[in-house]
């Protein structure tokens, strides 16, 4: 059974900094796009960011661009979140996905939900103002 665990959500001040955590289990995804997403209470699931398989090529939401950092350890099979000066806005649940199957597609490909085959169940990150 393939399981993606996200960890690494709380509550923290505004300007701060958090990194999620992503443990996947059940197959490797060495060489696989990877990507985190959220969802704020009221607002559409929205991409935040993407790691292209097989090479360091990233994309990010303009939203987070300049502030989170994806980031993967093939030998451990995770995948982090690096976020930095939080906001009130960046409140959500944050989820982890990965591909099934590669694609071998930049990393811009990797944006919408459709493009993963495994979710994780998210960690919840407040930020307070």
């Known amino acids: 059974q393939v399981l993606l665990v996200e960890s690494g959500g709380r509550l923290v001040q505004a300007g701060g900094s958090l990194r999620l955590s992503c443990a996947a289990s059940?197959?490797?995804?060495?060489?696989?796009?990877m990507g985190w997403f959220r969802q704020a209470p009221g607002k559409e699931f929205e991409f935040v960011a993407a790691h292209a398989g097989g090479g360091e090529e990233t994309a990010y939401a303009d939203s987070v661009k300049g502030r989170f950092t994806i980031s993967s350890d093939s030998y451990k099979n995770m995948v982090y979140l690096q976020m930095n000066s939080l906001k009130p806005e960046d409140t959500a649940v944050y989820y982890c996905?990965?591909?099934?199957?590669?694609?071998?597609?930049?990393?811009?490909?990797?944006?919408?939900?459709?493009?993963?085959?495994?979710w994780g169940r998210g960690t919840q990150v407040t930020v307070s103002s």
């Open positions: 059940g197959r490797t995804f060495s060489g696989y796009a």
């Open positions: 996905a990965a591909e099934g199957s590669r694609k071998y597609r930049s990393a811009s490909y990797y944006s919408t939900k459709d493009k993963y085959d495994y």
